[in-house]
């Protein structure tokens, strides 16, 4: 039976697929009304610059940058405002010449509505670059380009911002052969790719052939959905300079553009859901993104701009080449300005786009697209029904889950079944709530239980952690104990005999001394007992080391170029950064006690000082620590001031 | 705040509801051109009936009236169980099953979504193992009927129980073929005798196969509509077409062949508008292969060797109780998960 069905599938997917390019096609998917032409109809024009300018830090994922200004500084255009700080993070540049006027928390561009750090920037009209360093990356080391591209601010543009001077590394287990350059650009409304491909293809190819020289791929694929004929004609007319590169269309199919889905798509590989695509040998760059590069080695310049589309209800849909930083009623105004029966804003495309908190804030490097949205435009949903399991969300899913049991777990708060039915596998891409005729939001479902099993993860975690600690206190306050009872033993032996060797010297070398066997053998149990407690230290520790050896892995959320995936990603893989990060400073900190022990144990039993571990310890533990030690002090002189007796 | 997507092209409920029941349509007309009006009369019972007992119910409840009556689900199961019923069963009969149907095997589980058994097929096996005379007499087709009852009369016999003066039930009801076909089999009558009966048609009963076919039209434009998937009547109607033609080739005189399987009784009602109910079906494609292939072949078992002459109802009830193994054991494999 299940040959037979599988005989029958491929067959039918066979006929289906071979098409036009030898497409893969991926399961499910759907095709909302694309609204690409109304802001393609004018050319991507410039914004002038703005009176002042808000930066905020994190526009990227990863960690925030560390800020080398203050207020009152005048910097010039390209100059670094704050520098990439850890493996996973981007710097900030001023976007032209300027007083640094302010750095506080302001309302920032994200799903949260909450405030972050800013540095605000008051121009002073001249738009002065500092002075600019083309680079020769034909003829220059791997490892300084990379090194140089991590301070040009560069990161993903598609939305996804994740820093790129990350994705161009060589120090991956497989060399990359394939370099995908993802102009799918699938939402709808979205036309910042397509602008940027009709009037710069050339920049964009010198891009793409300095990206293929960084990773070493044998082969370029350029991946263009069909509704971009002007966008696909200027490409492939400019790619003739690249080698062993081919610009292929695929069918107009919400979401192509998810980075694993193209993959799919274009080369017919499915990247293994517990890994990247860079492990299957393949890397994927949004067009924007690599011409941003581009610019950074042809002339020097670092990220201080980029294409955003502003559409929906506005008088005149139009691109915009904007500075980082320009609020964002200045490019609705660009646009003719908001109709009047607009209700809210919305970042990115009505996919996976989100409602911004405010319309005052800034352009940030994941601002792709911005729409006026009104009721006639995007319909309130009407109030969700009950689920009747038709599985329209299952045949649209692009992931092939069933969302209908996601939901239903999600509902029921049953997260290990929802985790078992492969939830984190989910893309956010809205394609079930898109096709449900209960209008049930099952993205918004699955967000939750994400989120619920994410900080449940880390409760559990912390838990670990904290018992783990505990367990190591406790083997060290036992160890302590019994070398205080040691060295009482030996005091008390050792008075004893001072007292007894006048009469007892002969005696004791024939016969025995009780009380001096007895301290003796005090003396020598205290040592096993001692022995035995280090031991089981040392094998908690162990214990806790092979627990949480876990491969640590910085950069997490890797090459999912996806349009405005931003909202979504940007938590998660901060969180995962964050979480790899604790587990290494967990790990070095477990070794570093390893060896502090083995050392003070070495000083030990040189100087007789009881060792420590009090470094690297949270202030309430050290207070706790301290606590102890102060009791132990105190015992230790009413034992001294009761020994002479 | 984040609650894309801020866009969605989707039927309502409601609209799939309300294309189930315009499938429906060409079968309700071939019957009362077969039958009479009675089915009419039948359906209008029934589907007042469900209104007000799922009104009733939900307010018992206390949950929103208007929105699960305007989801039009009552009125899909009253239609599925009138259509079931002898068209000129009593019109208590009617009101009873679609009363369980809502009440017991719809409402008490929960409403819309959330009962795990066809609730018309609920209210079928009800009124079939509480009244199995009535539930068997079915009326002959005018064509054949001895004195055919004119729509008048039909309604006089549903409501007052009351024939014309001078005609006898008998002489309006008739053995349907299945029926026909498992009491001669138990005489040891054999199959191509018992085919030659007036009642047989080409391939079903004499005129009950025009109804069937309406039905299998209906269907088809539900899977043109995207309303139902094609795995669930595929696999039931080639299962129990293929396990009736492996008996009908190994043992002819004992066994009908499957033209006779597929167009009597209710192998298209039940293929297209029966097992396609997707809250108490299952959810994954291999699943819906399974469960279907699990009735037909059940549906078939139970014609044959049970004690029932049509077995669609209580295939689907015992497919039911499975559908949790099913989709549990059928899911597919998620992009990027082993093969």
Same mark, same amino acid.
């Given at each position: 039976?299940?040959?037979?069905?599988?005989?029958?599938?491929?067959?039918?997917?066979?006929?289906?697929?071979?098409?036009?390019?030898?497409?893969?096609?991926?399961?499910?998917?759907?095709?909302?009304?694309?609204?690409?032409?109304?802001?393609?109809?004018? #050319?991507?024009?410039?914004?002038?610059?703005?009176?002042?300018?808000? @930066?905020?830090?994190?526009?990227? %994922?990863?960690?925030?940058?560390?800020?080398?200004?203050? %207020?009152?500084?005048?910097? @010039?255009?390209?100059?670094?405002?704050?520098?990439?700080?850890?493996?996973?993070?981007?710097?900030?540049?001023?976007?032209?010449?300027?007083?640094?006027?302010?750095?506080?928390?302001?309302?920032?561009?994200?799903?949260?509505?909450?405030?972050?750090?800013?540095?605000?920037?008051?121009?002073?009209?001249?738009?002065?670059?500092?002075?600019?360093? #083309?680079?020769?990356?034909?003829?220059?080391?791997?490892?300084?380009?990379?090194?140089?591209?991590?301070? $040009?601010?560069?990161?993903?543009?598609?939305?996804?911002?994740?820093?790129?001077?990350?994705?161009?590394?060589?120090?991956?287990?497989?060399?990359?052969?394939?370099?995908?350059?993802?102009?799918?650009?699938?939402?709808?409304?979205?036309?910042?790719?397509?602008?940027?491909?009709?009037?710069?293809?050339?920049?964009?190819?010198?891009?793409?052939?300095?990206?293929?020289?960084?990773?070493?791929?044998?082969?370029?694929?350029?991946?263009?959905?069909?509704?971009?004929?002007?966008?696909?004609?200027?490409? &492939?007319?400019?790619?003739?300079?690249?080698?062993?590169?081919? %610009?292929?269309?695929?069918?107009?199919?919400?979401?192509?553009?998810?980075?694993?889905?193209?993959?799919?798509?274009?080369?017919?590989?499915?990247?293994?859901?517990?890994?990247?695509?860079?492990?299957?040998?393949?890397?994927?760059?949004?067009?924007?993104?690599?011409?941003?590069?581009?610019?950074?080695?042809?002339?020097?310049?670092?990220?201080? *701009?980029?294409?955003?589309?502003?559409?929906?209800?506005?008088?005149?849909?139009?691109?915009?080449?904007?500075?980082?930083?320009?609020?964002?009623?200045?490019?609705?105004?660009?646009?003719?300005?908001?109709?009047?029966?607009?209700?809210?804003?919305?970042?990115?495309?009505?996919?996976?786009?989100?409602?911004?908190?405010?319309?005052?804030?800034?352009?940030?490097?994941?601002?792709?697209?911005?729409?006026?949205?009104?009721?006639?435009?995007?319909?309130?949903?009407?109030?969700?029904?009950?689920?009747?399991?038709?599985?329209?969300?299952?045949?649209?899913?692009? %992931?092939? @889950?069933?969302?209908?049991?996601?939901?239903?777990?999600?509902?029921?708060?049953?997260?290990?079944?929802?985790?078992?039915?492969?939830?984190?596998?989910?893309?956010?891409?809205?394609?079930?709530?898109?096709?449900?005729?209960?209008?049930?939001?099952?993205?918004?479902?699955?967000?939750?239980?994400? *989120?619920?099993?994410?900080?449940?993860?880390?409760?559990?975690?912390?838990?670990?952690?904290?018992?783990?600690?505990?367990?190591?206190?406790?083997?060290?306050?036992?160890?302590?104990?019994?070398?205080?009872?040691?060295?009482? &033993?030996?005091?008390?032996? $050792?008075?004893?005999?001072?007292?007894?060797?006048?009469?007892?010297?002969?005696?004791?070398?024939?016969?025995?001394?009780?009380?001096?066997?007895?301290?003796?053998?005090?003396?020598?149990?205290?040592?096993?007992?001692?022995?035995?407690?280090?031991?089981?230290?040392?094998?908690?520790?162990?214990? &806790?080391?092979?627990?949480?050896?876990?491969?640590?892995?910085?950069?997490?959320?890797?090459?999912?170029?996806?349009?405005?995936?931003?909202?979504?990603?940007?938590?998660?893989?901060?969180?995962?950064?964050?979480?790899?990060?604790?587990?290494?400073?967990?790990?070095?900190?477990?070794?570093?006690?390893?060896?502090?022990?083995?050392?003070?144990?070495?000083?030990?039993?040189?100087?007789?000082?009881?060792?420590?571990?009090?470094?690297?310890?949270?202030?309430?533990?050290?207070?706790?620590?301290?606590?102890?030690?102060?009791?132990?002090?105190?015992?230790?002189?009413?034992?001294?001031?009761?020994? #002479?007796? | 705040?984040?609650?894309?997507?801020?866009?969605?092209?989707?039927?309502?409920?409601?609209?799939?509801?309300? !294309?189930?029941?315009?499938?429906?349509?060409?079968?309700?007309?071939?019957?009362?051109?077969?039958?009479?009006?009675?089915?009419?009369?039948?359906?209008?019972?029934?589907?007042?009936?469900?209104?007000?007992?799922?009104?009733?119910?939900? !307010?018992?409840?206390?949950?929103?009236?208007?929105?699960?009556?305007?989801?039009?689900?009552?009125?899909?199961?009253? =239609? +599925?169980?009138?259509?079931?019923?002898?068209?000129?069963?009593?019109? =208590?009969?009617?009101?009873?099953?679609?009363?369980?149907?809502?009440?017991?095997? !719809?409402?008490?589980?929960?409403?819309?979504?959330?009962?795990?058994?066809?609730?018309?097929?609920?209210?079928?096996?009800?009124?079939?193992?509480?009244?199995?005379?009535?539930?068997?007499?079915?009326?002959?087709?005018?064509?054949?009927?001895?004195?055919? +009852?004119? =729509?008048?009369?039909?309604?006089?016999?549903?409501?007052?129980?009351?024939?014309?003066?001078?005609?006898?039930?008998?002489?309006?009801?008739?053995?349907?073929?299945?029926?026909?076909? /498992?009491?001669?089999?138990?005489?040891?009558?054999?199959?191509?005798?018992?085919?030659?009966?007036?009642?047989?048609?080409?391939?079903?009963? /004499?005129?009950?196969?025009?109804?069937?076919?309406?039905?299998?039209?209906?269907?088809?434009? +539900?899977?043109?509509?995207?309303?139902?998937?094609?795995?669930?009547?595929?696999?039931?109607?080639?299962?129990?077409?293929?396990?009736?033609?492996?008996?009908?080739?190994?043992?002819?005189?004992?066994?009908?062949?499957?033209?006779?399987?597929?167009?009597?009784?209710?192998?298209?009602?039940?293929?297209?508008?029966?097992?396609?109910?997707?809250?108490?079906?299952?959810?994954?494609?291999?699943? /819906?292969?399974?469960?279907?292939?699990?009735?037909?072949?059940?549906?078939?078992?139970?014609?044959?060797?049970?004690?029932?002459?049509?077995?669609?109802?209580?295939?689907?009830?015992?497919?039911?109780?499975?559908?949790?193994?099913?989709?549990?054991?059928?899911?597919?494999?998620?992009?990027?998960? /082993?093969?």
């Amino acid at each position: 039976m299940n040959t037979i069905i599988q005989f029958a599938s491929k067959l039918i997917k066979n006929l289906a697929t071979n098409t036009a390019n030898d497409i893969h096609k991926f399961h499910g998917g759907v095709h909302p009304d694309g609204h690409k032409y109304e802001s393609t109809t004018r #050319p991507i024009a410039q914004l002038p610059i703005p009176q002042t300018l808000t @930066l905020p830090l994190r526009q990227h %994922v990863g960690y925030i940058p560390k800020l080398k200004v203050k %207020v009152g500084d005048y910097v @010039l255009k390209g100059e670094m405002l704050a520098e990439a700080e850890g493996t996973v993070s981007a710097a900030i540049h001023a976007p032209t010449s300027g007083t640094i006027t302010a750095i506080e928390e302001a309302v920032i561009p994200h799903p949260s509505g909450l405030p972050d750090m800013c540095v605000t920037l008051t121009p002073d009209g001249k738009d002065q670059w500092k002075p600019l360093t #083309p680079i020769d990356w034909k003829n220059t080391a791997h490892s300084e380009l990379i090194s140089s591209l991590r301070t $040009s601010g560069i990161v993903g543009l598609g939305g996804a911002t994740f820093p790129t001077h990350i994705k161009l590394r060589k120090d991956r287990s497989s060399a990359i052969h394939t370099l995908i350059i993802n102009a799918a650009e699938c939402e709808p409304y979205i036309t910042c790719d397509d602008m940027l491909m009709r009037e710069r293809a050339e920049e964009i190819i010198q891009g793409i052939a300095i990206a293929q020289h960084l990773l070493g791929a044998a082969k370029v694929v350029i991946g263009i959905e069909d509704n971009k004929p002007e966008a696909t004609q200027a490409m &492939a007319g400019a790619s003739q300079s690249l080698t062993n590169a081919v %610009v292929t269309t695929v069918p107009t199919l919400y979401p192509s553009g998810d980075a694993r889905r193209l993959i799919h798509l274009l080369l017919g590989v499915e990247v293994p859901h517990h890994k990247r695509s860079t492990e299957v040998g393949i890397q994927v760059f949004n067009v924007a993104t690599v011409l941003a590069i581009y610019r950074y080695f042809a002339f020097g310049e670092p990220s201080v *701009s980029r294409i955003v589309t502003v559409t929906g209800n506005v008088t005149t849909p139009q691109n915009f080449e904007v500075l980082l930083g320009t609020p964002i009623p200045l490019l609705m105004a660009a646009a003719g300005g908001a109709k009047p029966d607009t209700t809210h804003f919305v970042m990115g495309g009505p996919m996976m786009g989100f409602d911004l908190p405010t319309l005052n804030v800034p352009v940030t490097k994941a601002a792709n697209c911005i729409i006026a949205a009104s009721p006639a435009l995007f319909a309130p949903p009407p109030p969700a029904q009950p689920c009747i399991r038709c599985t329209r969300c299952a045949d649209a899913c692009p %992931v092939n @889950l069933q969302p209908q049991e996601l939901y239903w777990f999600a509902k029921s708060d049953n997260f290990e079944k929802a985790r078992d039915y492969n939830l984190f596998d989910c893309i956010e891409c809205g394609c079930c709530t898109y096709v449900c005729p209960s209008n049930i939001p099952l993205v918004q479902y699955y967000r939750y239980a994400k *989120s619920e099993i994410i900080a449940l993860d880390k409760a559990q975690e912390a838990a670990d952690l904290a018992r783990e600690r505990n367990d190591f206190r406790l083997a060290r306050i036992e160890r302590e104990k019994l070398e205080r009872a040691q060295k009482h &033993a030996e005091r008390a032996a $050792s008075a004893k005999n001072n007292e007894a060797k006048p009469e007892l010297a002969e005696t004791e070398k024939t016969t025995s001394n009780p009380d001096a066997v007895e301290a003796k053998k005090a003396a020598i149990a205290a040592a096993v007992e001692r022995a035995k407690a280090l031991k089981l230290a040392a094998a908690n520790i162990d214990a &806790a080391k092979t627990g949480t050896d876990l491969p640590v892995q910085a950069e997490s959320t890797p090459d999912n170029t996806l349009p405005n995936i931003a909202e979504a990603k940007p938590d998660a893989t901060t969180s995962a950064t964050n979480e790899a990060q604790a587990k290494a400073d967990k790990q070095a900190l477990i070794a570093a006690a390893i060896e502090r022990a083995k050392a003070q144990k070495l000083a030990a039993a040189q100087t007789g000082a009881t060792p420590k571990n009090t470094e690297n310890l949270s202030a309430k533990v050290k207070a706790e620590i301290d606590e102890i030690e102060a009791i132990r002090t105190k015992a230790q002189q009413m034992i001294k001031s009761k020994a #002479p007796d | 705040m984040n609650r894309s997507p801020y866009i969605t092209d989707a039927p309502s409920v409601s609209m799939i509801m309300l !294309k189930v029941l315009l499938a429906l349509v060409p079968g309700i007309i071939a019957y009362t051109w077969v039958y009479g009006g009675g089915i009419l009369i039948s359906l209008t019972l029934a589907t007042i009936t469900a209104l007000i007992t799922e009104a009733a119910i939900l !307010k018992i409840r206390q949950r929103p009236i208007a929105p699960s009556l305007a989801d039009l689900s009552a009125v899909v199961t009253a =239609w +599925l169980l009138a259509l079931a019923l002898p068209p000129l069963a009593p019109w =208590w009969l009617v009101v009873v099953g679609t009363l369980f149907a809502i009440a017991i095997a !719809k409402q008490l589980y929960g409403g819309l979504g959330y009962n795990p058994f066809n609730p018309a097929m609920v209210g079928y096996a009800v009124l079939l193992i509480s009244f199995p005379v009535i539930m068997t007499k079915w009326p002959a087709p005018l064509a054949l009927a001895t004195t055919p +009852l004119a =729509w008048t009369e039909q309604f006089r016999l549903i409501f007052g129980n009351i024939l014309p003066t001078g005609v006898p039930l008998d002489a309006v009801t008739s053995a349907t073929p299945l029926d026909y076909l /498992k009491t001669q089999r138990m005489l040891q009558q054999e199959v191509t005798t018992i085919s030659q009966a007036s009642i047989f048609g080409h391939f079903g009963a /004499k005129g009950g196969e025009w109804v069937t076919a309406a039905y299998l039209l209906g269907g088809l434009y +539900l899977v043109q509509q995207r309303i139902i998937s094609w795995h669930l009547p595929t696999a039931f109607i080639a299962a129990l077409a293929f396990i009736s033609f492996i008996f009908n080739i190994a043992q002819p005189s004992q066994f009908a062949g499957p033209g006779l399987h597929l167009m009597a009784g209710a192998t298209m009602l039940g293929a297209f508008f029966i097992i396609t109910d997707p809250v108490s079906g299952p959810t994954t494609p291999k699943g /819906k292969l399974y469960f279907a292939a699990g009735a037909g072949v059940l549906t078939y078992l139970i014609r044959v060797y049970g004690g029932y002459p049509d077995g669609v109802a209580f295939a689907v009830l015992i497919m039911n109780m499975c559908v949790p193994l099913i989709d549990a054991h059928t899911q597919p494999r998620v992009f990027g998960h /082993k093969r």
